[in-house]
């Protein structure tokens, strides 16, 4: 069954802290990865991750992906209380004929002032 | 300004009175999908399209039917709501170019749906 896990579920931290969010994947035809950052509302798109080894980064958030070991970490520098959020992590997968999304459950990050 | 509405955004209903969310897209995208979210589930994806009278079902389809009659519009249809399907709703779409679902997915404000 394909899946996608995410680590830690929960984190609190303080502003200015960094952090690191892990997401590791099972699927059977990996297309890409993708982070999302979800508030009170519809998820927002941060990233698209195709190839192993290539930073992605926009502002304090970077990100990458290693398609050996089959995990992304998200980074997040100087961190924020606007940072406060779920951040998902998505897998595509499939074939020239048909692709899903395979969702992780997400982890949620509390900045305290 | 790019994109995608649902409808109604919250329902309430009672068990086995079929309903519809609508979904729609002004952005002439070809993949649009559902998904339901639930506490410690995240996000499941329950049917996609990926054009006009194309769709295949996603991981939880369960319950639920789709159509795709036109490209911007892409209805969740429950023909028998159970309780179980109490959920928050989001409608999606993407790009497809060259059979790759590019990057960017929009998603809509969501639908909350609550089945007594």
């Known amino acids: 069954e394909d899946k996608v896990v995410q680590s830690p579920l929960s984190l609190v931290v303080h502003e200015g802290d960094t952090v690191t969010l892990n997401c590791s994947y099972e699927v059977t035809n990996f297309r890409s990865l993708l982070w999302y950052k979800q508030e009170k509302k519809a998820p927002t798109f941060l990233f698209m991750l195709t190839s192993s080894g290539i930073e992605k980064k926009s502002g304090r958030l970077s990100s990458i992906l290693d398609k050996k070991e089959l995990f992304s970490i998200l980074n997040i520098t100087a961190t924020q209380t606007g940072d406060s959020a779920v951040y998902l992590c998505?897998?595509?997968?499939?074939?020239?004929?048909?692709?899903?999304?395979?969702f992780g459950p997400g982890t949620r990050l509390s900045v305290l002032p | 300004e790019a994109q995608v509405t649902q409808n109604p955004r919250y329902l309430i209903t009672v068990t086995g009175k079929k309903l519809t969310v609508t979904c729609s897209q002004n952005m002439n995208h070809e993949y649009m999908s559902w998904y339901r979210q639930d506490p410690g589930l995240g996000l499941r994806q329950i049917y996609y399209s990926m054009n006009v009278e194309v769709t295949d079902k996603g991981d939880v389809p369960e319950g639920y039917k789709v159509s795709r009659k036109e490209k911007r519009n892409f209805p969740l249809i429950l023909e028998s709501p159970s309780p179980n399907q109490t959920s928050l709703y989001f409608c999606a779409s993407s790009l497809w170019e060259r059979h790759v679902s590019t990057d960017t997915q929009y998603f809509g404000p969501g639908t909350r749906l609550t089945v007594l």
């Open positions: 998505a897998v595509i997968n499939g074939d020239n004929y048909g692709q899903n999304f395979v």
